[in-house]
């Protein structure tokens, strides 16, 4: 890592993301640095993570350091100027992955304990448990979200719509979630006085009396937002086995959950779908396996394989149920196979696209009952669904632009994704009690139900609500997606009004579900909606909308106003990374768009153009035109071998790039700086792209999937020589 100082940093992350990054990191670099702009990268991937927590166990030369910890505080500053790529969001599957890998690599790091019983194993397990889930984004997230499509984006989805499924009059797809006792029914909240402020813990209760610490060193603010809710798990498997039983003839049965994001919950939940699910499989031979049903089908299948009489109970267990929703019927995997892949704000989104069709293990297309348990975000994809039943497919050429003010600063509303959820292990209560004594939530819990907590601190409270004010100016329509009949929604509400009031300002406060339906209603009439939402309805409509719109959430432009002054450009969505990784391992075809990256870079020069860097407008104002006229064109990835692919989308910005510096007239040094090197991309244009395609259709060997060969992945995303020496 270099020791100057920043203008820009840029993160390593994992998968799709990370590799297009090898090919479009050089271009950046090189035209930053002609502008005297010092670009810099910071590790912030899953095996970046791993390593960093064991660098005593590490030799000198496999020494990490923890970038994700240095990139927390530097986002705290107001000179802070990062562009955030996608990042794994590991579940438990996902991590023990990653360090079997890591092993194999030479790296004398240990495994993960899934029953620790001594104190070192105990410390082990904490350790990796800090970094599973979405543990990137509260660290970085210091500020509230600002995401929308780029004019220019929008501009193109519109002349050249992308395919839209037809909604038929007899679609039987439908949302279903719990009649009751889920975390919306249970929720508590309340907002701490100056009087409650200071140290709490969590504490469980059990009939006996008996009293054990959950989580103790809590600390409240004045004016935090506390909250608490639980999930029963008798009345979620009742309503798993009623869902099942009540499937039609015909209809997919799936489950749509964040098992990545919501990392102690989710996972739990899926597991119940799972064993309630192959209920008869595991009656019959459940003692005789050592397997987790929130491990996943994908993992029995391996702990059975050879097993002739258990491999044909399994199938014939799976052939009594409803057909399942399929992550990929070519090869199998079913909905229910692993938990990191049912991730609810791509699914759902992809379902409603394709006009309420799912793919069955037959590999044909079908309608599918979609289990969202909790009735906290479910009412937005029923109604979404409802909707477009009613109304048809969306018209993608003449439909309004959706963006969101997410409120997510300070770790606000990080349900699932820290340490406060809990699965009681026995009947009693699980409550807050503050320091004084205070019990200020508690609730009467069963073994196996799952209890949560989230906070939201009131000044990202108060920015969220300035910036959104500020983006509805800006827009002419918006709304707050909050439900007074909610108990969390309620105290922030509190806080809504008044704001409201002293500016003067008369912005709608709605339910998730009204506010569905109206921001539907008005994008089909033309005109653009901003949503003003909570964190987890933020991360779900950033994709829902986007996908309806652009036809994927990769495309938009996501700005994260940090509190302090500095900024946080992020760039999209990395749900579909694996499957893109996976074509680029068998033909070498890598179709992930880096358009959102190219969003995110011109944000972040126009940014440090406002630090007295004019050299960076520039820079920024000639990254828009290059991905305007890039978009024009045609030259974005398309998803087969002989298509464009990522390496050489990034040709053409680059090319274009150049010459929309080359033919400004702010700065002599680097119109003639550029007008050389566009000159050369342009005479060298016939050569360059048969070099990046020279391997095309050929095995691509990255010598690891979370901690791959830099030497390997340069030559893969690098191989054009007569590219490389004009960029430099």
């Known amino acids: 890592m270099s020791t100057t100082t920043p203008d820009i940093i840029y993160t390593i992350v994992d998968e799709a993301p990370e590799l297009a990054r090898n090919s479009l990191l050089p271009i950046i670099s090189a035209f930053a640095g002609a502008a005297g702009i010092n670009v810099q990268t910071r590790d912030i991937s899953l095996a970046g993570r791993i390593l960093s927590l064991f660098s005593n166990l590490l030799s000198d030369e496999q020494r990490v350091t923890d970038d994700l910890a240095a990139l927390g505080e530097l986002v705290k500053t107001p000179d802070a100027n990062v562009i955030k790529l996608p990042n794994i969001s590991a579940s438990v599957p996902q991590l023990q992955e990653a360090i079997t890998e890591l092993q194999s690599q030479g790296f004398p790091i240990p495994d993960y304990p899934r029953d620790p019983k001594t104190d070192t194993e105990k410390s082990v397990r904490a350790k990796y448990d800090g970094i599973k889930g979405s543990a990137v984004n509260p660290v970085l997230r210091e500020g509230n979200s600002d995401r929308r499509s780029a004019k220019a984006v929008k501009a193109y989805a519109k002349l050249n719509p992308h395919r839209m499924g037809d909604w038929t009059k007899d679609n039987k797809t439908t949302v279903a979630s719990m009649p009751g006792h889920d975390f919306f029914a249970n929720e508590k909240s309340v907002t701490i006085t100056a009087a409650q402020a200071g140290g709490a813990k969590i504490i469980h209760t059990d009939k ?195 963006s969101n003010v997410g409120l997510m600063a300070q770790k606000a509303e990080e349900y699932g994704s820290h340490p406060t959820t809990f699965t009681a292990n026995a009947d009693g209560t699980i409550s807050i009690v503050l320091d004084n004594g205070e019990t200020i939530i508690s609730h009467d819990v069963e073994a196996g139900d799952i209890w949560r907590s989230c906070t939201a601190k009131k000044a990202p409270i108060l920015d969220w609500i300035k910036l959104g004010i500020e983006r509805a100016d800006a827009t002419g329509l918006a709304a707050f997606w909050l439900d007074e009949n909610r108990a969390h929604d309620a105290e922030l509400i509190k806080y809504i009004k008044p704001a409201l009031a002293d500016a003067g300002k008369d912005i709608p406060i709605m339910a998730p579900r009204a506010a569905t339906r109206f921001t539907l209603e008005e994008m089909t009439k033309g005109h653009d909606v901003v949503t003003i939402t909570g964190n987890v309805l933020r991360d779900y409509l950033t994709d829902l909308f986007p996908i309806l719109e652009l036809g994927t959430s990769a495309k938009m432009l996501s700005i994260v106003k940090l509190m302090n002054g500095g900024g946080l450009f992020e760039t999209g969505a990395g749900g579909s990374a694996p499957k893109h990784v996976e074509q680029l391992q068998e033909e070498n075809h890598l179709r ?70 080359a033919s400004q007239y702010k700065d002599a040094d680097l119109k003639a700086h550029f007008s050389k090197i566009a000159t050369e991309l342009a005479e060298n244009e016939d050569t360059i792209l048969a070099e990046l395609k020279a391997d095309e259709g050929k095995p691509a060997d990255m010598g690891g999937y979370y901690h791959a060969d830099a030497d390997k992945v340069t030559a893969i995303m690098r191989p054009s020589k007569t590219l490389n020496a004009i960029i430099g």
């Open 208 to 402: 006996d009396g008996k009293t054990t610490v959950l989580k103790d060193g809590l600390s409240y603010e004045d004016g935090t937002i506390v909250d608490g809710t639980f999930m029963s798990a008798k009345a979620l498997r009742t309503y798993i086995k009623d869902e099942v039983a009540s499937t039609p003839p015909g209809v997919l049965f799936s489950v749509h959950l964040k098992a990545t994001m919501m990392k102690v919950s989710d996972p739990i939940i899926f597991g119940h779908f799972v064993s309630v699910y192959l209920e008869d499989f595991l009656g019959k031979h459940g003692s005789a396996i050592d397997f987790n049903p929130n491990s996943g089908i994908g993992t029995l299948e391996k702990l059975i394989a050879g097993n002739a009489e258990m491999e044909a109970d399994l199938k014939a267990a799976l052939a009594s149920k409803p057909p399942l929703y399929m992550v990929n019927s070519d090869k199998g995997i079913t909905n229910l196979h692993v938990s990191s892949d049912v991730i609810i704000d791509a699914s759902m989104p992809a379902v409603i696209k394709a006009g309420g069709i799912g793919w069955g293990p037959d590999g044909e297309p079908a309608n599918t009952k979609c289990c969202i348990p909790d009735n906290c975000y479910a009412p937005v994809y029923d109604e979404t669904v409802e909707f477009f039943k009613t109304n048809g497919k969306l018209d993608v050429t003449t439909c309004g632009a959706v």
């Open 592 to 661: 992930w768009d880096s358009l959102g990256e190219f969003c995110a870079l011109g944000e972040s020069f126009n940014f440090l153009a406002t630090k007295d860097r004019p050299k960076a407008a520039i820079l920024g104002d000639a990254v828009e035109r290059a991905t305007q006229i890039l978009l024009v064109e045609g030259h974005s990835p398309g998803r087969k071998v002989g298509d464009n692919d990522n390496r050489s989308s990034h040709y053409w910005f680059a090319r274009y790039w150049a010459e929309a510096i």
